[in-house]
């Protein structure tokens, strides 16, 4: 017998429970009789239960409210209703509706999920780590809450990215559910209307100097190393500095990455690399032009740096291909407030406020936006770009959707339908000129479960910025012609499984070839990582 668990208490167990899909020999068997209705369902018509019910939800939160629930309750069923329809179901349980989700997650609040750890722990980490009921954690998805998509500082609230990430990592990679945990860093929150909220769930203080904070989470990674031996952390919507400084700090002596900065920079790579089959040319002949000069855009500016420099050029010439503008103007050699991640692509120009004026100076053949300054890339921008490119690279791919610096219909429609665009956010197709566009959206999903696979699978001791450029190989090669025909860069949603197993083939692939890895080589990659992936399928308990 699997498990001894019976009765009530079986049902309880979100990991075990099938409700209605009991067998008769199980419900004999482990005390169920009378707990549940007589008929027994398929998983088929428990689905199909599910979205008769989602399908009553007056909008988008109140779907992901009840999703979160039967998270809660049938784990397995959860994923067989995402693993399903992925398209429909993955901005449900994330972008673009975890967003507000995170503005309500005081007011939502059913059940509690994840590790909460607050800096009133100090000294206490590994004991609060010890807490958790799984013994075996592979995969940390860890947040500070201070800078949520474009949302700013929710504090606690925050952890609704955590679960909607490590959720994304099995529903879109195979990651076995079990093998996660969501950690929110509560260190308090600067946002002044959480504080008085009387149902904000958090720390209520405003947050500590920084040599605080990096003392705690000092001592969170060491705990992790040693209650979670191999464990993998992702370091995920944190504040540019500290996304920045931490990864520094920790990258070479822990298993970890930032999604923010790494994820990001592959999610756009790939969408590029897919680009330039539809305008020609080669990623080194390229220049980019990037609004929004934080650990996102600092973070694509560099892998596009070590992408150019494996094909060819020099890292000096590969730096001087690339731009940033911020909320200062452009970045460029004589401004004396830049970090020193910002220093390296600050280069000689005459200062420039206006982000228009840039590109008429810089003539970029690709606009990348990650500003969370909603409708940034006006008419003038789009029109400009159209003027100088014969088809302009064009990606707002800011989150939520509200925050996105253009729309696909503006971005089309401004060009004369011959902008190559994508988004962090979904849009849907439009309609111009009797062509129907497909943008791509370009959400680092595509990237970040395919390096938990690939991790998981080989057994990864660090990860490295190879690894996330082979990902982004391994996804660009998944565009098929049929999508570049629409518009598309990035594959669509609907095989988001196949596309993330073939990305983690290439990145095993890296692991293997770097000597990361702490399992010996198998002679068949794609079948080695596919044996690993998780099928949300009942098992038999008795």
């Avoid at 067998?23 to 689905?47: C, F, N, S, W, Y």
Wanted: proline share 6%.
């Amino acid at each position: 017998m699997i498990t001894k668990l019976r009765g009530a208490a079986l049902i309880r167990d979100p990991r075990l429970n099938k409700s209605t899909a009991f067998t008769e020999a199980e419900r004999e068997a482990l005390g169920l009789v009378g707990l549940l209705p007589e008929g027994i369902d398929t998983q088929e018509v428990q689905i199909r239960r599910v979205l008769d019910q989602l399908g009553l939800k007056p909008n988008d939160l109140e779907k992901y409210i009840y999703l979160t629930g039967l998270q809660d309750t049938v784990e397995t069923l959860f994923y067989a209703v995402l693993m399903s329809d992925p398209a429909r179901f993955l901005p449900l349980v994330y972008t673009p509706t975890v967003g507000e989700a995170c503005l309500q997650f005081g007011h939502i609040l059913r059940r509690p999920r994840g590790l909460y750890l607050s800096i009133r722990r100090r000294g206490r980490v590994r004991e609060v780590l010890r807490n958790w009921p799984e013994p075996d954690v592979r995969f940390i998805v860890v947040t500070s809450g201070q800078r949520i998509l474009g949302l700013g500082d929710l504090g606690a609230n925050g952890m609704g990215i955590p679960i909607g990430k490590l959720a994304l990592y099995t529903a879109c990679a195979g990651v076995p559910p079990q093998l996660t945990m969501p950690v929110l860093i509560d260190c308090g929150t600067d946002n002044a209307s959480l504080l008085r909220d009387p149902l904000y769930l958090g720390l209520r203080q405003t947050r500590p100097d920084p040599e605080e904070v990096t003392s705690f989470v000092d001592e969170f990674m060491a705990a992790v190393e040693e209650v979670f031996p191999g464990c993998c952390v992702q370091f995920e919507d944190w504040s540019g500095a500290d996304a920045v400084r931490f990864l520094l700090r920790y990258q070479d002596r822990f298993c970890c990455f930032n999604d923010d900065i790494q994820g990001t920079g592959a999610m756009a790579l790939a969408g590029i690399l897919s680009a330039l089959r539809i305008t020609g040319g080669g990623l080194t002949g390229q220049t980019f032009l990037l609004l929004g000069a934080g650990a996102a855009g600092i973070g694509i500016a560099d892998l596009l740096v070590e992408a150019m420099v494996l094909e060819g050029i020099s890292r000096e010439q590969a730096r001087g291909r690339n731009w940033l503008f911020d909320v200062n103007g452009l970045i460029e050699s004589s401004r004396t407030d830049l970090t020193a991640a910002q220093r390296r692509y600050a280069h000689p120009h005459p200062p420039l406020r206006d982000f228009t004026a840039a590109i008429e100076s810089i003539r970029p053949t690709a606009i990348i936006g990650v500003s969370t300054a909603a409708k940034a890339f006006d008419r003038r921008v789009i029109e400009t770009m159209a003027r100088l490119n014969r088809r302009p690279i064009i990606f707002a791919l800011s989150n939520p959707t509200s925050r996105s610096e253009c729309t696909a219909q503006e971005a089309y429609e401004w060009s004369g339908g011959r902008a190559v665009f994508a988004s962090g956010s979904p849009f849907g197709p439009v309609h111009l000129g009797g062509r129907v566009l497909m943008p791509g959206q370009g959400n680092n999903v595509c990237i970040f479960p395919a390096i938990g696979l690939a991790v998981f699978a080989a057994r990864a001791r660090r990860v490295t910025d190879g690894m996330f450029i082979a990902a982004a190989r391994g996804v660009a090669e998944q565009v098929s012609q049929a999508d570049l025909d629409m518009g598309r860069v990035y594959p669509p949603p609907s095989a988001i499984l196949n596309t993330e197993i073939r990305a983690a083939e290439r990145v095993a692939q890296v692991i293997f070839a770097l000597g990361l890895a702490g399992v010996p080589e198998p002679p068949d990659l794609r079948a080695f990582i596919n044996a690993r992936t998780y099928k949300p399928v009942y098992r038999n308990l008795i």
